[in-house]
Every structure is written in structure tokens, then in C-alpha cells.
């Protein structure tokens, strides 16, 4: 299960209940974290040895359609991050962002298992179905 961060709660509540608006981000950024971030921002995002973000775009064709009760949604192919050219360390957390870099953070959550990165591993991915979003 994934955490609304604070700047999502926040742009939601102006958009449904006073004048504000929301716009969807025109692309989702997914992160790897080695230490919790929180709703407000923070944890420590993997950074060198070759570590960016992986792109998966707000489509149909790469986010499953809930059910229309469940509040849940899941990621249709890989989320694929480049191969590491160094050390990530122990990867226990993933964020999404609204950037590349920097951004604002939309939703964070636990990996079911952390999963250490090391230099010249296989590029690390979410395979379809394994980057769960629920709203509860």
C-alpha cells in the first residue's frame, strides 16, 4: 500500500473543496529509496552510479484500471531503472515523483522486501503488477 505524500493531500483538498485546481503531472517519476521517506518529503533517494528515476507516464496502457471499489492500481509492464555502475546500497522504499529530479513527491510505500543493489547487478525493475498503489 502506498502513502498520499502532504503536497498531494494538500492539492487535492484545493482542487475538490475550494478554488484551487490540480493538474495532472504530464509524467510519473518512480524512486528508490534506502531510507524512508515520509509524507512531508525527505528518506534518502539512491543517487550516483548511473541512478535516475524510471519514467512510467499517467496511461491507461501502463497503470491497471480499478476495479471501481478498491482504490487500487498497479503497474501494467516493468518499471525499469538503468544498471548500476556503483553500489546503491540496500533499496527499501519507492517514491513517486512529479520530475525527473527534485519534483514533488505524490506517493511513497515499503518494498515487501528490500532488496540490496550492488555495482554491475542486472538493472533493477518493478515487473508488471509489482508496484501497488492503494488508496485506503
Do not use: C
Not at 484545493?14 to 490540480?22: A, D, N, P
Amino acid at each position: 500500500m502506498a502513502a498520499m505524500s502532504d503536497f498531494l493531500e494538500n492539492e487535492l483538498i484545493k482542487h475538490i473543496f475550494r478554488t484551487g485546481s490540480f493538474t495532472k503531472p504530464a509524467a510519473l517519476h518512480v524512486a528508490l529509496f534506502t531510507a524512508a521517506p515520509s509524507d512531508a518529503g525527505g528518506g534518502t533517494e539512491v543517487s550516483g552510479g548511473s541512478y535516475a528515476r524510471a519514467q512510467r507516464d499517467p496511461l491507461d496502457a501502463n497503470w491497471a484500471a480499478t476495479s471501481g471499489t478498491d482504490g487500487h492500481t498497479e503497474n501494467v509492464a516493468d518499471i525499469v531503472f538503468p544498471a548500476p555502475t556503483a553500489n546503491w546500497g540496500t533499496i527499501t522504499h519507492f517514491g513517486i515523483f512529479d520530475a525527473a529530479t527534485a519534483g514533488n513527491l505524490l506517493f511513497h510505500g515499503a518494498l515487501t522486501a528490500p532488496k540490496t543493489v550492488n555495482n554491475l547487478d542486472p538493472a533493477p525493475k518493478f515487473a508488471a503488477g509489482e508496484l501497488d498503489i492503494t488508496l485506503a
